[in-house]
């Protein structure tokens, strides 16, 4: 969620892309709050979509922290990345740190990386990580270039960190977005390295004959049911949360025979564990 100013610029901005206008960082959490009511979600992960946006995801957090856990962006080469690390962690009440080094064009073998592990592990918090392709959908339909690297999304310089921080839980979405391989390798180094189901994983395009059965079957092959995380990737409105994700990603765990309990696990109790 992002906290915009709350002038006619956001509410142009938002007609030209198709979205409703957020309003302030209240108001969009209540109707976050009313969408995962309507869709009997219990908890949902809100993700500070830009660096400096943590403290509209900080005051949702306030509103209902039990429905509601509180991730942001922080990019470790900036100049105030360890005062945002803390007041995050601390002040803020955050429980997850994200980095996208395509996006901000860094290496996750660069030691300012270490200090976000090193943060977390601290704070007993978690890291997120994305991997491969990455695309931002709403600087598309604004004519926007996304000038990323995705080389610099791989995740065994993921593992490479979880090694070196085994206490700390560490997440690569969307199955590594494209490194689905190099992602498994991760998972299979680190046990402390999860995978998240989350978007509508269009990056199986890259694999030919892949489909959404074998990535869920190779994934728990390799990490078991302990180690996935489902999410949807919801993160506007008028679409609000995405029931086609949950019902595709329920219909694979069912046609792969996957127990009840380890359903389970994988659609919530995994991240009720980190998160607890």
């Given at each position: ?68 856990v509180g991730f942001f962006m922080v ?165 609000g949360w995405q029931v ?33």
């Amino acid at each position: 969620m992002v906290d915009l100013p709350t002038d006619g610029r956001v509410a142009a901005v938002a007609r030209r892309i198709g979205w409703s206008d957020p309003g302030d960082a209240e108001a969009l959490a209540k109707t976050w709050l009313a969408e995962l009511d309507r869709h009997k979600v219990a908890r949902a992960a809100l993700i500070a979509s830009v660096p400096g946006d943590e403290v509209s995801v900080a005051e949702a957090v306030r509103l209902d922290p039990k429905r509601f856990v509180g991730f942001f962006m922080v990019d470790p080469c900036a100049r105030d990345a360890d005062a945002t690390l803390e007041r995050a962690f601390t002040t803020l009440g955050l429980r997850c740190a994200c980095l996208f080094p395509a996006m901000h064009r860094y290496s996750l073998a660069d030691e300012r990386v270490v200090k976000v592990f090193e943060a977390a592990a601290s704070h007993k918090a978690a890291v997120f990580v994305h991997c491969g392709a990455l695309t931002v959908g709403v600087r598309s339909k604004l004519g926007l270039s996304s000038p990323f690297d995705w080389r610099l999304g791989d995740p065994l310089g993921v593992a490479a960190l979880a090694a070196r921080f085994p206490q700390v839980p560490v997440i690569i979405p969307h199955f590594g977005a494209g490194f689905f391989r190099e992602a498994l390798m991760a998972l299979d180094q680190c046990r402390n390295i999860h995978l998240d189901t989350s978007s509508s994983n269009a990056w199986m395009k890259y694999y030919p004959g892949l489909t959404l059965d074998g990535v869920f079957r190779q994934a728990l092959a390799v990490a078991g049911p302990q180690r996935l995380l489902f999410g949807t990737d919801s993160s506007f409105f008028p679409r609000g949360w995405q029931v086609g994700i949950y019902e595709a990603q329920l219909e694979t765990l069912e046609t792969l025979g996957v127990r009840e309990g380890e359903k389970q696990l994988i659609m919530g109790g995994n991240f009720e564990r980190i998160f607890d």
